[in-house]
């Protein structure tokens, strides 16, 4: 089936570092991947759509210039947390979609495992 | 509003005993239901897409099922492994691939 790998699996920096973030489809080609935030016992929360050769699509609320999104291939998006602070703390997950012809339901999401970003 | 509401918040079981999860939705144009199951540090793991009222899937000790309104995740004689959040999402309308995330429900099931 379809693997989606993230990595770093968990991070921990400085206030005022940036952080890159990496997800990849390792098996499928992804057009299209979604990056996602969860604080604890919440829900997860789409941050951006993340778009090969184009600008990710960010939702109400969220930073375009603190969340930068870079869909490089296919298979890579990475998420960069610039001048992290500590209310950047949080769970992040990206997922991805494989393309499946049919119903578009079908085309279920895959999510990678996650990044645990803790800044001090 | 869009919106996925989950329930119980948390739920502790007997091994053995088994229960269901709610999931209501109030949403325009519905295109899909997702369960997913999602273990501590961990993404979300697919169990099941449901796509009209009425439809059914079952996968072991779990079945969902779909109303107009609402999804069940029923589990039959559950062991510890099943353990985790239980996520549902719901992909609608308004949207060709954006899920909306209901909170959660958090199972323990204890031997």
């Known amino acids: 089936g379809a693997v989606v790998s993230q990595h770093p699996s968990w991070v921990i920096c400085k206030s005022g570092t940036s952080v890159k973030i990496e997800c990849r489809s390792l098996d499928f080609q992804a057009t299209t991947m979604f990056w996602y935030r969860q604080f604890p016992k919440q829900s997860l929360m789409l941050m951006a759509t993340s778009n090969e050769g184009s600008k990710a699509t960010y939702e109400q609320g969220v930073e375009k210039d603190k969340f930068l999104i870079n869909h490089a291939s296919l298979t890579l998006s990475t998420l960069t947390v610039t001048s992290a602070h500590p209310e950047d703390s949080s769970f992040y997950i990206c997922s991805a979609r494989e393309f499946k012809l049919g119903r578009i339901g079908a085309n279920v999401l895959t999510f990678g495992a996650g990044s645990r970003l803790t800044v001090l | 509003e869009d919106q996925v509401t989950q329930s119980p918040e948390a739920l502790r079981l007997q091994e053995g005993e088994s229960s269901s999860l709610n999931c209501s939705y109030t949403?325009?144009?519905?295109?899909?239901l997702f369960w997913y199951r999602q273990d501590p540090g961990k993404g979300p793991e697919f169990l099941f897409t449901l796509y009209s009222a009425g439809e059914e899937k079952e996968k072991e000790r779990l079945k969902a099922t779909l109303t107009k309104k609402e999804s069940f995740l029923h589990i039959t004689a559950p062991k510890p492994e099943d353990s985790a959040t239980y996520l549902c999402?719901?992909?609608?309308?308004?949207?060709?691939?954006?899920?909306?995330f209901g909170t959660g429900t958090l199972l323990a099931v204890q031997p």
């Open positions: 949403v325009s144009g519905l295109r899909g």
């Open positions: 999402a719901v992909l609608y309308g308004g949207a060709t691939n954006k899920l909306i």
